[in-house]
Nanobody
Framework: VQLVESGGGSVQAGGSLRLTCVAP???????MGWFRQALGKEREGVAA????????LYADSVKGRFTISQDNASKTVVLQMNSLKPEDTAMYHC???????????????????WGQGTQVTVS
């Protein structure tokens, strides 16, 4: 395990959670992303950012509710999740890539380092 996520839990619909990802310096990439995988579904990209210029990208399903941010000094990426819905229930994974792309950020294959994930359950 190269990336470590924390902050998952169980909340009621409409609530908030804050996920944190800490990466070793050698792993912290130009692109840091969050993915999620619900039971029986494929892993999907949720949000990503460029650690160089702060460019932010979101899946349509979370725009306006989720915010991704970074602290380059501590090699930390945060996913603030507000107005949570039951369909947000999933295992959330942090990922790192040595490259940033506005058109490929949502592809699993774009990333070369992953965390084990943190469970988010919304009821």
């Amino acid at each position: 395990v190269q990336l470590v996520e924390s902050g998952g839990g169980s909340v009621q619909a409409g609530g908030s959670l804050r996920l944190t990802c800490v990466a070793p310096e050698r792993v912290y990439g130009k692109c840091m992303g969050w993915f999620r995988q619900a039971l029986g579904k494929e892993r999907e990209g949720v949000a990503a950012l460029s650690t160089r210029d702060g460019n932010l990208l979101y899946a349509d399903s979370v725009k306006g509710r989720f915010t991704i941010s970074q602290d380059n000094a501590s090699k930390t990426v945060v996913l603030q999740m507000n107005s949570l819905k039951p369909e947000d229930t999933a295992m959330y994974h942090c990922a790192a890539s040595s490259r940033f792309s506005q058109s490929r950020w949502h592809r699993e294959s774009w990333y070369n380092a992953w965390g084990q994930g943190t469970q988010v359950t919304v009821s």
